[in-house]
C-alpha cells in the first residue's frame, strides 16, 4: 500500500470529540418532520423512475415544488445483511407513498437507542418532477453528527431555499455507530476485496448510484451533482473525493468543517509502523472492533459475528465509540489528507471551509483549566519538545487556548492541507471561514455547525434579523450557484477568489462580507511541523 503520513490517530482524542459532539447535539435534538405533524398532505401526480411509481407531497403549488420523502435506495441491512454492503432496493410493485421521512439509523440519545436498522431512505426537494428534460444540478447533503447520530430528515435540513434557486436537493440517511463503521477480521474474510467497516460510507456511494439512475425522473441532470455535508458529513465528503469507486458518481464537492481525526489506523495490525514512542499503543481498526465483539460473547472469528447479527441492535449500540473510518483498503486507500497532498483525490472543483470559533461547539467541562495541564496534553500527544513549541503558537489562559487548539487542529489545519492540494490538479478550489456570531448567544462566537442554518436558508425568526437573513440569502445563492458551475461567483458581491497557494484568498463570511488572506499561518505552520512523523502505513 502506498507511503502516508497520519495525522493525530489517537482513540482518546477522537473519543474527547465524539463525547463533546453528543453533550451539544443531544441538547439541541430536533425530531424528524415525520414526527410532527398530523396535517393532511396534499399529493402529487404518480411519479414514475427507474426505481418505480411514486407520490409525493406537493409543498408549493405556484412554484411546483415538491418532496418525495423516504425513498428506499437500499434493502433493509438487517439480519444476514447487518455489517454488508448495501444491496440496491430493486423495483417494487405499485405506487410508493413518498409522504414521511423514512426511519433515522439507530443512534443513542439520552441513554436511549432510537431510530431503527431500517434506514437506508433518502429525500428529494424538485420543482421539475416528471421533466427528465429539466437538466438542473443536483445536490446531495450529507449529514454530520459524529458518525454516531443524525439523519437526513432534520427540519433545517429543508430544500426549499435550494430549490427556488435551481437547484434539486436530496439528503441521505446512512448506518451510524457499530451498524456502519465495525471493523473485524471476520467480516473482512468474507468480503471479496478484504474489505470490513466504512458501511456507512458504501451506503451513501449507493445513494449516490441511486441519483445517477434515478436522478433525471426527478428533473435532475446526473452529470452535474454536487456532494456536500458537514463536520462528519465533510469529512465523508473528503473521503468520497479519495474512493475509486465513486468516480464520475458527483462532480463538485463542498466540505463544511471537515473532522480528520474521524480515521482508524489501516484495519490489519501488521501494516501498523511505529514511528516515535511518543503516542500510546493505538490499535487497528480490526483490533479495536474485536474487543468490541469479545464484550458481548465468547465466540471467536465468524461465529462470533454470526451470533451478533441476530442480536437487537438496541443492546449492540450499547457501548460502541468512537466510529471511525477505516483506510488501508480497496474502498479508502489511504488518509484522505495524505491523498490531497498527493494530488490523488477527484479533479473537481471543491469548496472547503470552516467556522471562525470551531472550538467553542464542545463543552461539557472537557477543558483543561490549567495551562501547564494543557502543554502536557500537547506533549503527550507531539513529544515533550513539539509539545512545548506548539504551545507557544496557543497562548493565553488555558481554556481559551485548547478551544483554539481545537479551531485549528481539528479543523482549519485539515482544510488548509485540503485546498493546498487542490493545486495538484486542474480544478479550482475555494475556502471560506464562517464569521457571523451565534445571535442567542454572542460569546460563543462562530462555533462548530452555525453556518448549517444560513447555507439552507433556515433561520429561526428570520423576519427580527434582517442582516441574518442576508447572509443566509448570499450563502444559499453562493453554494447554488456553485452546484450550477463550479464557479461561487455570478452577481453577488465581494467576488469569490479561487485558493492559490500564493495568495490563500479566502471569504470572511459575516453580515460585512470580504476577501482576507491566510487564516491562521504562523499556528498553521506550527501545527505543519508538529504532525510530522506521528504515524506511518507500510
Known amino acids: 500500500m502506498t507511503n502516508g503520513l497520519f495525522y493525530l490517530e489517537n482513540y482518546l482524542v477522537t473519543k474527547l470529540f465524539l463525547a463533546a459532539l453528543m453533550l451539544v447535539w443531544l441538547g439541541t435534538w430536533e425530531g424528524l418532520e415525520a414526527q410532527q405533524a398530523d396535517v393532511q398532505k396534499q399529493k402529487t401526480d404518480v411519479l414514475v423512475t427507474a426505481a418505480g411509481k411514486m407520490v409525493g407531497e406537493v409543498l408549493d403549488e405556484s412554484s411546483h415544488l415538491h418532496i418525495y420523502r423516504g425513498i428506499p435506495f437500499a434493502q433493509p441491512p438487517t439480519g444476514e445483511l447487518r455489517w454488508r454492503p448495501p444491496r440496491p432496493a430493486g423495483p417494487w ?60 430528515g432534520r427540519r433545517y435540513y429543508s430544500g426549499k431555499a435550494i430549490s427556488e434557486r435551481g437547484v ?107 514511528q516515535t514512542k511518543r503516542i500510546g ?48 483498503n480497496a474502498l479508502l486507500p489511504d488518509h484522505p489528507l495524505e491523498m490531497f497532498k498527493r494530488g490523488e483525490q477527484f479533479d473537481i472543483p471543491m469548496i472547503v471551509g470552516t467556522t471562525q470559533h470551531e472550538g467553542n461547539y464542545f ?26 513549541e506548539l504551545g507557544k503558537a496557543f497562548p493565553g489562559e488555558a481554556r481559551a ?29 475555494y475556502q471560506f471561514e464562517f464569521r457571523r456570531v451565534n445571535h442567542k448567544d454572542p460569546s460563543k462566537g462562530a462555533p462548530h455547525a452555525i453556518e448549517i442554518r444560513y447555507v439552507f436558508n433556515s433561520l429561526q425568526n428570520a423576519e427580527s434579523r434582517p442582516k441574518d437573513q442576508q447572509l443566509a440569502d448570499l450563502c444559499t445563492d453562493y453554494w447554488t450557484q456553485f452546484a450550477k458551475t463550479g464557479n461561487p461567483n455570478k452577481l453577488m ?28 499561518r504562523t499556528v498553521l505552520d506550527a501545527l505543519d511541523e508538529a504532525n510530522q512523523g506521528l504515524w506511518r502505513i507500510k
Not at 428534460?133 to 447520530?149: C, F, S
Not at 487542529?409 to 486542474?426: C, Q, T, Y
Not at 470572511?508 to 488572506?517: A, E, R, T, W
Open 363 to 388: 463543552q461539557g467541562g472537557i477543558w483543561p483549566k490549567d495551562r501547564q495541564v494543557f502543554i502536557r496534553k500537547l506533549a503527550a500527544f507531539y513529544g515533550e519538545q513539539q509539545g512545548s
Open 93 to 152: 410493485d405499485g405506487v410508493r407513498e413518498c409522504l414521511e421521512f423514512g426511519s433515522q439509523s439507530a443512534q443513542i440519545r439520552q441513554g436511549n437507542v432510537y431510530g431503527s436498522e431500517d434506514c437506508l431512505y433518502l429525500n428529494v426537494w424538485t420543482t421539475q418532477a416528471g421533466r427528465p428534460d429539466a437538466g438542473l444540478p443536483v445536490m446531495v447533503w450529507i449529514h454530520g453528527g459524529g458518525w454516531t447520530g443524525g439523519s437526513g
Open 493 to 520: 458581491r465581494p467576488r469569490w477568489p479561487a485558493y492559490t497557494v500564493k495568495q490563500r484568498a479566502f471569504l470572511s463570511l459575516d453580515h460585512d462580507v470580504q476577501v482576507l488572506y491566510d487564516i491562521n
Open 401 to 429: 487556548a485548547a478551544i483554539q487548539f481545537v479551531t485549528d487542529a481539528w479543523f482549519v489545519h485539515p482544510a488548509r492541507v485540503m485546498l493546498l492540494g487542490m493545486e495538484k490538479v486542474s480544478s479550482s478550489a
Open 168 to 274: 434539486i436537493l436530496v439528503t441521505v440517511n446512512y448506518r451510524l455507530g457499530a451498524m456502519g463503521f465495525l471493523a473485524h477480521e471476520a467480516l473482512a474474510k468474507e468480503n471479496s476485496q478484504g474489505i470490513s467497516g466504512n458501511y456507512g460510507l458504501m451506503d451513501n456511494l449507493l445513494a449516490l448510484n441511486w441519483i445517477k439512475q434515478n436522478i433525471s425522473a426527478f428533473g435532475g441532470d446526473p452529470d452535474n451533482v454536487t456532494i456536500f455535508g458537514e463536520s462528519a458529513g465533510g469529512a465523508t465528503v473528503s473521503a468520497l473525493c479519495c474512493v475509486p469507486q465513486a468516480k464520475g458518481l458527483f462532480h463538485k464537492a463542498i466540505s463544511q468543517s471537515p473532522w480528520m481525526f474521524g480515521y482508524t489506523n489501516p484495519l490489519a495490525a501488521r501494516n501498523i509502523v511505529h
Open 281 to 328: 499503543n493505538v490499535e487497528s481498526g480490526e483490533m479495536s472492533g474485536q474487543r468490541w465483539v469479545e464484550k458481548f460473547t465468547d465466540k471467536k472469528g465468524v461465529a462470533a459475528i454470526s451470533e451478533l447479527r441476530t442480536r437487537d441492535v438496541k443492546e449492540l449500540f450499547m457501548g460502541y465509540s468512537p466510529a471511525k473510518l477505516t483506510v488501508g
